[in-house]
């Protein structure tokens, strides 16, 4: 199977020069789902921010390739790496409240990307949007195109966000914590309406989070990260009976179960997280940090 994303030893540092993501490699294949999994600040979402080239100003890549259908962006002039992008991948956000304009119909929110960036005509536009909207199994798709964002319930703006990333049939989408703003109902009918989307449109899917529970519902592989670097790399079925590296087996442990809810937390032990802290302390050293 070939990959449509693939990440080579890409290395993103402030501009001081502290790293934040340490040489992390990883592919997503056409019809795949990869997670990116690790505690909040291990750098997942600004592996997404990378491909998609919405780095923080403070922050840039110095070493490393991203290739997406074949092109190393990074190669490219920075304006047909923006057109590239553009045409061939988006992002679905963490926040609806956030990402969807306050002020304005829902409607355009959607088809704004169509016309202004890919040249559809707004009736075009417009019917695919409403298309989409049903897709998602939003009922009264007319109705809420006219709606504004505060006129809509949570999953419904999650449920937009979703339509609008599919809008282009892009290639590529990144999922960023997409679910983490719902209560655990709405979250359950999000991940089912992703991978059904996914499915359907046979996309390449890079899906950031920080629950291991999401991810065995909705992946075929996963990248393990610890404070920008890539501890494991796995398919998901060898990844739950069988973690190969210390920080992944500890994570799992930290994980509740359904099973047996008297058990109480689980800690990553110290122990583990200093082994990992020696080994990024090892690598930046051969990195020349």
């Known amino acids: 199977m070939s990959s449509y994303l693939t990440i080579k030893n890409l290395t993103v540092r402030l501009k001081n020069g502290a790293p934040i993501l340490r040489a992390v490699s990883l592919d997503v294949a056409a019809g795949q789902v990869h997670g990116l999994v690790g505690e909040s600040g291990a750098g ?17 890549v110095t070493s490393g ?27 679905i956000p963490q926040d609806p409240l956030t990402a969807l304009n306050p002020s304005k119909r829902i409607g355009p929110q959607i088809t704004r990307r169509l016309v202004d960036i890919l040249g559809w005509r707004k009736q075009d536009a417009e019917a695919r949007a409403l298309d989409l909207l049903g897709e998602v199994h939003i009922p009264d798709p007319a109705r809420v195109m006219r709606s504004y964002p505060h006129e809509l319930s949570g999953g419904m703006r999650q449920r937009i966000l979703i339509a609008s990333a599919f809008a282009a049939e892009p290639k590529l989408i990144i999922a960023d914590e997409p679910t983490t703003a719902l209560d655990v109902t709405v979250q359950k009918q999000i991940l089912r309406l992703i991978g059904e989307m996914q499915a359907r449109h046979n996309t390449a899917l890079l899906f950031v989070t920080h629950d291991l529970g999401v991810v065995s519902k909705v992946c075929d592989t996963l990248s393990v990260l610890y404070a920008g670097k890539v501890v494991e790399e796995a398919r998901m079925q060898r990844f739950f009976m069988r973690p190969i590296h210390p920080y992944s087996a500890a994570l799992l442990a930290a994980t509740p179960t359904y099973t047996n809810p008297d058990s109480g937390l689980t800690p990553v032990p110290q122990t583990v997280t200093d082994a990992v802290e020696r080994e990024v302390r090892e690598h930046d050293l051969r990195a020349g940090a």
């Open 44 to 60: 997942k979402s600004m592996i997404g921010k990378a491909v998609l080239g919405t780095l923080p100003r403070a922050l840039q």
């Open 65 to 91: 390739e991203i290739w997406l259908d074949g092109v190393d962006l990074l190669s490219l002039p920075a304006s047909e790496r923006r057109r590239r992008i553009g045409a061939t991948a988006a992002l």
